[in-house]
């Protein structure tokens, strides 16, 4: 166990925990909602500091990153727990372990053996995910700072749950981060999701004034999120608050979880929410879970700029100065053109 950051002592022996938006006033001997946060005789504990479910080497493309050195390869890890219980989570087995089994599982791994191990890998940087990092943000930010020491960046896999003050702590030190924006109705995040839809807007906002580059992911799930109306509002927010350069990536969903009775999203749904992000002003909408529609194309002229094959990079055409060799209009990303 760890002491927890982001957290204040109340009277008699309670803590307010800062970390997530849910904002947990937490009783001694109780836990908050992410279930991996104590109060102990009024001090508040991470129980997962160190305490890996996974850890997997992938391609950047699976965050889904297309815009942040594409074709490198990053070091992913995650610890058990979530702020989140959706209802579809694709990761239950490990996201809702602490709250269903009441259990922590995990291999021990210091922060150091994360980052050697992404070195020894030749991984470009380290991806916090496959659960939720905000609630192993101590562990994430202790690798972090040992991660940016020797030249590897940061990103979260998130759903944009946290506080400003958390995302204050970890700048500079979160260099990019794939958040998931679920829907654009807070109902559904209430219902479904166990959360509010205005604070993870907020962190989106957060995110872009502190400079991290930010890469936006929608499952679009059929009857929940994919009437035109707030996919268009979701694009739209998209492009005007976070700026047309931010790539939208609008995945399909498949039956998992608790959500097993929807069917598949229809390819035409998917290509008709890309065809709105497009009318909305984005330059970057991606139709994520479907072969063949990963190419990174120049939004000035419509030459294809990386070509991909799942993952797997095909063939990367993007010059020197990171712009297009077609009409030289600069290519929207980082280390678009470092070649790994």
Known sequence: ???????????????????????????EGRKGVCQVRENRRGTLYTLVYGRTIAKHIDPVEK???????PGSRAYSVAT???????QWCQNAEISQMPRERHLVAGTEASPQDVVSSAVQNRC???????????VFFEYSYDIARTAHGEGLANIYVTNGFMTEEMLETFDPLLDAANVDLKAFRD??????????????????????D?????????????DLNDDREELRDIASFVADELGPETPWHISRFRPAYKMRDRSPTPLT???????IG???????????????????????????LIRRSGYRIVDNLVAEGSVCPNCGTTVDGVGMVERT
């Open 124 to 134: 470009r940087s380290i991806a916090y995910t496959y659960t939720e990092p905000t």
């Open 278 to 304: 497009q009318a909305e002003g984005l330059r970057h909408v991606y139709v994520g879970n479907v072969p063949g529609e990963a190419n990174t194309v120049c939004h000035a002229c419509g030459q294809t």
């Open 187 to 208: 109902e559904t995040y209430r219902e479904y999701v166990g959360g509010r839809l205005q604070p993870v807007l907020d962190s989106l906002r957060k995110m872009k």
């Open 210 to 222: 502190l400079g991290i580059w930010v890469e936006v992911t929608t499952l679009v799930i059929p």
């Open 269 to 275: 749904r998917l290509r008709e929410a890309r065809d």
């Open 80 to 86: 058990p727990g979530c702020n989140f219980r959706c």
């Open 1 to 27: 166990m760890k002491e927890a950051m982001l957290y204040e002592k109340l009277a008699g022996e309670r803590v307010h925990c800062h970390l997530c938006a849910h904002e947990c006033k937490i009783d």
């Open 63 to 69: 965050k889904p990153l297309l815009h942040f050195y």
